[in-house]
């Protein structure tokens, strides 16, 4: 075995080890970072990512909308996203791409997705079919397809932008209209912040496709203007003054 195949193996068959706080708010020690929001998880999301992007207003009219995202943890994200395409008719077909080094295991999952009811039944529908390998899966979640990449996100996406998908090979990767920006902390994670990972998202990156991440890291904020998007500060959620949301100029 290669030492990238060892790589891809060993991040997929170790699942992260979690610190639960109040009982349901999970916490990665390995970067001392919690997963969401004690103050209100998925309605970080919604003010974030959805809001962020303009979601759900931009699914209406579109035939396809693709989403990808750096950080799969506990899925809420994506949930999230799907319970908005619920109130879109008709709604796009949706294609979710997430870059996990650390897959949860189902009953992680489970537990940390049990804070939010008003997920209904589209936990217990990605547990059902959670099966991370190393490398590439893809999952069908109420109607969407989860392109999951498990493994260091930096290799994983020149697999991604050459088309180097297996599951994917019958038909090209449409370009990502929104990124969720969703790794641990900056200051804890800075790999997923990297400057040649961003400038290999904006890459991807449909002309106008837009980006929303809860940092303002100043840092950060540079490597996104690098890589080709235009950037703007804006209120962040509950006690955090400010959030970036940015868009790929044409």
């Known amino acids: 075995m290669t030492d ?5 193996t060993d991040a997929a068959i170790r699942p992260p080890e979690l610190e639960w706080l109040d009982g349901d708010v999970p916490r990665a020690e390995g970067f001392d970072d919690t997963y969401f929001s004690k103050a209100g998880g998925l309605a970080e999301t919604r003010h974030v990512f959805l809001s962020g992007n303009g979601l759900p207003q931009r699914f209406i009219g579109r035939k396809k909308f693709t989403i990808a995202e750096f950080g799969f943890g506990t899925g809420l994200n994506f949930l999230a996203t799907l319970l908005a395409l619920k109130d879109v008719n008709p709604a796009p077909a949706l294609t979710f791409v997430s870059f996990e080094l650390r897959p949860m295991t189902a009953d992680q999952l489970l ?18 079919v959670w099966a991370p ?6 999952m069908t979640v109420g109607g969407a397809q989860l392109v999951l990449g498990t493994g260091d996100a930096r290799h994983l996406i020149g697999e991604f932008r050459d088309q180097a998908v297996a599951p994917l090979q019958d038909g090209p990767m449409p370009p990502v209209d ?13 790999e997923l912040w990297d400057a040649e990972l961003l400038k290999s998202a904006a890459d991807l990156t449909a002309d106008g496709g837009t980006l929303a991440t809860y940092t303002a890291a100043g840092w950060v904020r540079r490597n996104l203007q690098a890589a080709g998007f235009e950037i703007k500060k804006v209120k962040g959620y509950a006690g955090k003054r400010e959030m970036v949301i940015g868009r790929k100029a044409a």
Do not use: H, I, M, T
Not at 4 to 8: A, L, S, Y
Not at 111 to 128: K, V
Not at 178 to 189: H, I, R
């Open 4 to 8: 990238e195949e060892q790589r891809k």
């Open 133 to 138: 390998n190393p490398g590439w899966s893809v």
């Open 111 to 128: 537990r940390a997705l049990a804070a939010f009811p008003e997920l209904g039944d589209l936990p217990g529908q990605l547990a059902a």
């Open 178 to 190: 929104a990124w969720f920006l969703d790794g641990f902390s900056p200051a804890k994670n800075p």
